[in-house]
């Protein structure tokens, strides 16, 4: 915990809490954390996080995903520069002298009068669960070599590390919470990256080259750990004016996801099962209305989720449904009245979101009664919804979203904005433990953090605030 509410409605509920009391007030806590306002600038070019490696045509920007449903598969991608060079992928367990070889795809686009590197896919397949293994990209010219750890086998009760980074961009703050998230003492084993990469649509004619360095500056992170993508606003790159009027189209060359083990149509909705979490990644900027692609295949998904299989569903987006800051508000409305019925009647845990440069975590609250002429439109305390928690905070040159809508609502647990990272920490299926940890802090700070209780397995009160 260790956060100070500065009204006296919020020092008396964090009273009530330790003398156990009931209180009644307006919102939660709105931290008093008061960041320094400085600017967020870019890293320039020349930045060490984005220097190419050596070598001729050595593979950068390398970066693995899972590669199928239930975490037996990791997508391996790389960028060549000088040519196309080799698509192969050489890989063995730690425990084994034995290299298999597996074969992928090679492609480069446009964009406006950018032409990329020469980008590489390459789906590894039939891994054991819970191995290491090593893996080898630059085949025949400078061979780079990288490793990851697969999951263990699906299960209810299989404890799993989930990081949790949004709007991550490449700035000064960026490098801060990439490398405050690295030495997380609970240490992440994947992140859920909940959209908005490189913000390379901000620079002039959408300069491509900042996807190169914003692929070179994550790799540290990325060849190592799978990164659950989410598309984002800024990963929609349409611009009509320079030509180019299809989107998301650096996006989904560069960052390839498994929506086809899910019986999705396009990569921008999908889902995944690793270890006891069911993960559901929506697309804020894709239709969603009743009948589109994305609504059937969410309302025919939902009903595949097995809780005594994976008790933890979780759910990834890019534009908040519950935000209480005066930027980007409402954005995620008609999406909240499209889904939210679903999600309540499924039991969704959480609702991770970005896009508001901030942190904010709601109550367990819904907003499901209103039809239009019964007025009830207030959210509601809902033991059976999700905690929704914005975490758009990874310090892209944007900067802060600072100033909130007043007073906190009543839905709003804990805002402030800082940036930072987060953790879900999974115990088994009725615990995980949430933790927010903001940039400034030492490792051992947890700005906000909270006990989740499963809906399905343990379906008690875990809100932090008395009511
Ligand atoms: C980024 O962070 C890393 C790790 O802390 C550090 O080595 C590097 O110098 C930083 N780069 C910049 C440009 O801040
Ligand atoms: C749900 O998962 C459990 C545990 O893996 C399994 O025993 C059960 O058959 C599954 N139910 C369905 C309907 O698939
Ligand atoms: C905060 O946002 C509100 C609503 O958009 C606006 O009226 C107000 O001027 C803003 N305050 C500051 C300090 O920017
Ligand atoms: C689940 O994890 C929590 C937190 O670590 C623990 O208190 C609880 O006893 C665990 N449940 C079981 C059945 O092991
Ligand atoms: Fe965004």
Known sequence: MG????????????????????????????????????????MPLESDVFLAPHGYNAPQQVHITQGDHVGKAVIVSWVTMEEAGSSTVLYWSENSKNKNKAKGTVGRYKFYSYTSG???????????????????????????????????????????????????????????????YESNPTKGKTVLFVGDLSYADTYPNHDNERWDTWGRFVERSTAYQPWIWTAGNHEIDFAPDLGETKPFKPFTHRYHVPY????????????????????????????????????????????????????????????????????HYMEGETMRVMFEPW???????????????????SERVSNIAYNVVNGI??????????????????????????????????YSAFREASFGHAIFDIKNRTHAYYSWHRNQD????????????????????????TH
């Not at 209810?156 to 490398?179: A, E, R």
């Not at 083990?261 to 993960?279: D, M, Q």
């Not at 999600?343 to 975590?361: L, M």
């Open 3 to 42: 956060f100070l509410g500065f009204s006296w409605c919020s020092a008396i509920a964090v009273l009530g809490l330790l003398l156990n009391a009931v209180v009644f007030c307006n919102g939660g806590t709105t931290s008093a954390f008061v960041r320094p306002v400085e600017k967020t600038v870019d």
């Open 118 to 180: 020469h980008i590489h896919h390459c789906t590894i397949k039939n891994l054991e669960f819970d191995t290491k293994y090593y893996y080898e990209v630059g085949i025949g010219h400078t061979a780079r070599t990288f490793w990851f750890t697969t999951p263990p086998e699906v299960g209810p009760d299989v404890p799993y590390t989930f990081g949790l980074i949004g709007d991550l961009g490449q700035s000064y703050d960026s490098n801060k919470t990439l490398t405050h």
């Open 260 to 327: 086809k083990a899910s019986n999705s149509v396009a990569p921008f909705w999908y889902s995944i099962k690793r270890a006891s979490a069911y993960i559901i990644v929506l697309s804020s900027y894709s239709a969603y209305g009743k009948y589109t692609p994305q609504y059937q295949w969410l309302l025919a998904e939902l009903l595949k989720v097995n809780r005594s299989e994976t008790p933890w569903l979780i759910v990834l987006l890019h534009a908040p449904w519950y935000n209480s800051y005066n930027y």
């Open 343 to 361: 999600f309540v009647q499924h039991k969704v845990d959480v609702v991770f979101a970005g896009h508001v440069h901030a942190y904010e975590r």
């Open 377 to 410: 439109c207030s959210p509601v305390k809902d033991q059976s919804a999700p905690v929704y928690i914005t975490i758009g905070d990874g310090g892209n040159l944007e900067g802060l979203a600072t100033n909130m809508t007043e007073p906190q609502p009543k």
């Open 442 to 465: 030492g490792n051992a700070v947890e700005a906000d953090s909270l006990w989740f209780f499963n809906r399905i397995w343990h379906q008690v009160d875990d809100s932090t605030s």
